[in-house]
């Protein structure tokens, strides 16, 4: 069993940074594939960023390419995206996940992810 908790968000300016962090406990998740996720009210939860450890690939939704990065502390167990020049649209709260299953990618299907954090808030303003 994983346990997955986020930290780090909060009310940001537009255009301002904040770098949010997943302590993973439970079964070793150095060879796992991570992801962030997001989901605002009346949408659908949605692929931000992942992560696959053994070979250190990432991946990212367009939308996020070039202002976020998703990196990770195999020794602290802990996932990092950290988020650069947000915008309005950044606005949600986010998650990350993981899975016991293997993958050969980095999938960005919520369905496949099968271990999830409680989420934090993230609020971009004016």
């Known amino acids: 069993q994983v346990q997955l908790v986020e930290s780090g968000g909060g009310l940001v300016q537009v255009g301002g940074s904040l770098r949010l962090s997943c302590a993973a406990s439970?079964?070793?998740?150095?060879?796992?594939?991570m992801g962030w996720f997001r989901q605002s009210p009346g949408k659908e939860r949605e692929f931000v960023a992942g992560?696959?450890?053994?070979?250190?690939?990432?991946s990212y939704v367009k939308s996020v390419k070039d202002r976020f990065t998703v990196s990770g502390d195999i020794a602290k167990n802990t996932l990092y995206l950290q988020m650069n020049s947000l915008k309005f649209e950044d606005t949600a709260v986010y998650y990350c996940?993981?899975?016991?299953?293997?993958?050969?990618?980095?999938?960005?299907?919520?369905?496949?992810?099968?271990?999830w954090g409680q989420g934090t808030q993230v609020t971009v303003s004016s």
């Open positions: 439970g079964r070793t998740f150095s060879s796992r594939t």
């Open positions: 992560i696959r450890w053994i070979h250190g690939k990432t």
């Open positions: 996940a993981t899975s016991a299953d293997y993958s050969l990618g980095i999938p960005s299907s919520p369905s496949w992810y099968n271990h």
